[in-house]
């Protein structure tokens, strides 16, 4: 009786296009899968200089052992998943956990990017054998002398556990990839939503395929296309169309058609590296005319979709705080600036207008500026001192220039995942963060510290470009959202043929020029 009731299960998934999760039950053999994490978008032209191991571990040492299991939320979804299985063992191989500076932070150096690489492999030829291995990646790291280092991260990966041993890879939808990676490894999962509610979706994706390529049920053939469009991240926000129908194109090909997967990366503009751009990859189930048929037309409607992604105006500086004052006369408040184009962190042209303007319950969130917190450190300073100082504004024309700041000093300790920082009360109801590095403030929740409430104010300035979503518009916090523009064209704007590109020729990509396969 439990036989025939199995066999109408399987004949009813079958019908309505379902796939039936292989359970270890099914093989009698022990799975150890090797699990790492390697993951950095950069900024390549951003100041500050390159990346090196200090910078990579001042935050703090690399992940080692069971700790790398938990290292951030693409790795927990793919162990979450992975434990739903019996008989999986599970082995992290040593791992940076992240750089300094978060995405402002240059170039890694290509000694710092072989020295962990090395590490972990070294880890791995321990653990061998391993029946699978899973890369928590970015796509978006980029590395002196090493044009696609994800690509090379995979290939190092093959020469050790050989042609056999399927590997699965993790991604941020900002990646630059292109068909290099697949070469190497077998299954990219990216994710699909900016703000990435996804990204333990998408390690879990990777483990049960995973599990499926060990057990021989599933042999992944893939398609790669690039669609030859560049944009930068602030018109990737998947919660409007069109980067949201692109999404939803991937969604329905899966939903249609058994076990296909479709990734697209939007990519990341601020690195300099030859693969940079949209991409799609395409896996099926060992049908290669399946995947070329869905990759050619993911690439395709992309293409045919590309002049809606640049359609939306931003408002400069000096237009933003008029428009947030407006609404808080209006009553349409909170009210977000999002500073979108600032990369470094220490970019002033929003609070230059604040302070100009009078803007009256404003939370700056946040402006770095490692030197101020240095000076308040050297000279003892005390929650209650007054300060007088100036500001940000250093780090390169696109920060403008530093801002003077007359208030008084409420709080100097840890906060915003930072050991210090610092808030200066000023103006009328105005408070400063000041932070050592680029912040991006997601929540609310992370604004309550210090004296600090959020609900004090009317207005937030933040250094963001779409993640801030996740805490102020998609909760419904905020009422107005206003996406400040720079007041000219530099890095971490629209305007990406300000940017000095050596490594790619910006006329082969939508909106600067035509790709040459669409000539």
Known sequence: MKTMLGLLATIILTATGCTQEPVAEQGNDRLRFAVMTFAHETCTFCPGGDSDIERWTRIREPYVGDEVLSAGPYVRGFVAAAMEYKDVELIGLESPARVFGGSSASWSTEDTFYHFLDLMLEDLREALPVDGVYLA??????????????????????????????????????????????????????????????????????????????????????????????????????????????????????????????????????????????????????????????????????????????????????????????????????VVLADYSDRSGDATHVLREVVDQGLSGVLIATIRDERVLAALKKGNAQAGDLFNMEVGGFAGPASGAPVSINGRLTYLGPGVDFDEVAIIEFGDRNSLIITPALKQILWTEELEFGPLDPDDFDSFVVKSRVHFRRGFDETGYAKTIIIVDAPGPFVGTIHLDALPYENVTLSDYYPYGTPPDRQ
Request: charged fraction near 25%; glycine fraction near 6%; avoid cysteine.
């Open 137 to 334: 990646l970015h796509g978006a790291m980029a590395v002196r002398n090493i044009p696609r280092p994800e690509a090379e991260i995979a290939k190092r990966f093959r020469e050790v556990v050989g042609p056999d041993i399927p590997i699965v890879a993790s991604f941020d939808l900002h990646g630059n990839e292109d068909e290099e990676f697949l070469r190497w490894a077998d299954m990219a999962f990216v994710t699909k939503r900016y703000p990435h509610y996804d990204a333990g979706i998408q390690g879990a994706r990777s483990a049960r395929s995973l599990v499926r390529m060990a057990r021989g049920t599933y042999q992944s053939t893939t398609a790669t296309r690039k669609p030859g469009v560049i944009t930068p991240t602030v018109v990737q926000w998947t919660g409007k169309s069109p980067a949201m129908d692109i999404m939803e194109r991937a969604r329905r090909w899966e939903a249609r058609e058994q076990d296909v997967f479709v990734s697209v990366f939007f990519g990341f503009p601020w690195s300099d590296v030859p693969d940079v751009g949209a991409t799609v990859h395409v896996m099926t189930n060992n049908d290669q005319q399946l995947a070329d048929r869905i990759a050619d037309d993911m690439s395709d409607y992309f293409w045919r979709v590309r002049e809606d992604l640049f359609g939306e105006e931003f408002s400069r500086p000096e237009v933003a705080a008029g428009r947030a004052a407006d609404a808080f006369a209006a009553g349409a408040t909170p």
